[in-house]
T-cell receptor
Framework: GQQLNQSPQSMFIQEGEDVSMNCTSSSIFNTWLWYKQDPGEGPVLLIALYKAGELTSNGRLTAQFGITRKDSFLNISASIPSDVGIYFCAGQLRGGSEKLVFGKGTKLTVNP | GAVVSQHPSRVICKSGTSVKIECRSLDFQATTMFWYRQFPKQSLMLMATSNEGSKATYEQGVEKDKFLINHASLTLSTLTVTSAHPEDSSFYIC????????????FGSGTRLTVV
């Protein structure tokens, strides 16, 4: 099946530091979505991207849809303890159905 | 807006019994819903696409007779795990596309199934 390569797999940072994670693929996507999942909960949508080159912010979070339509990144500035969780990228393939392809996730740990 | 409610959040059942999980879109109509399975420390694995008024589309390797999906209305899809076995224990999550502008996919809060 289609693969989204998400990196890094895990991150351990100090409170206040900035964080960057990204997803790449060999396939072209129409939509890139970034989700955060807390233990025992469903994923919560953070940012949705629909156009190549689109740069969108949501508070301390910023994400971009790559120009090639094959990648996306998510930045978190000035991290706080509640940023802890697993972050997933997800994409909808160009010409594909409505179903999403998910990355394997980035586990973020923030030390106070 | 765009809330998806999933019930129950946790269920424990005995081997051989069936379990039904409900997924409801509370403030929008969803012609399409998706069912995922997630193993510990892993990503979400799409099981099937649920289409209102028609048969679900199952992903390769997912047993449709094992995981029965019914999408009888525009706000409700159900997943029934039939004749459950311990290996069916997992975290099951549904999602839906809020329309008409389809801004993102909204997920339910998940159901932790434990088969003993």
């Amino acid at each position: 099946g289609q693969q989204l390569n998400q990196s890094p797999q895990s991150m351990f940072i100090q409170e206040g530091e900035d964080v960057s994670m990204n997803c790449t693929s060999s396939s072209i996507f129409n939509t890139w979505l970034w989700y955060k999942q807390d233990p025992g909960e469903g994923p919560v949508l953070l940012i949705a991207l629909y156009k190549a080159g689109e740069l969108t912010s949501n508070g301390r979070l910023t994400a971009q849809f790559g120009i090639t339509r094959k990648d996306s990144f998510l930045n978190i500035s000035a991290s706080i303890p509640s940023d802890v969780g697993i972050y997933f990228c997800a994409g909808q393939l160009r010409g594909g159905s409505e179903k999403l392809v998910f990355g394997k996730g980035t586990k973020l740990t923030v030390n106070p | 807006g765009a809330v998806v409610s999933q019930h129950p959040s946790r269920v424990i059942c005995k081997s051989g019994t069936s379990v039904k999980i409900e997924c409801r879109s509370l403030d929008f109509q969803a012609t399409t819903m998706f069912w995922y399975r997630q193993f510990p420390k892993q990503s979400l694995m799409l099981m099937a696409t649920s289409n209102e008024g028609s048969k679900a589309t199952y992903e390769q390797g997912v047993e449709k007779d094992k995981f029965l999906i019914n999408h009888a209305s525009l706000t409700l899809s159900t997943l029934t795990v039939t004749s459950a076995h311990p290996e069916d224990s997992s975290f099951y999550i549904c999602s839906a596309i809020p329309g008409p502008r389809k801004r993102g996919y909204t997920f339910g809060s998940g159901t932790r199934l434990t088969v003993v």
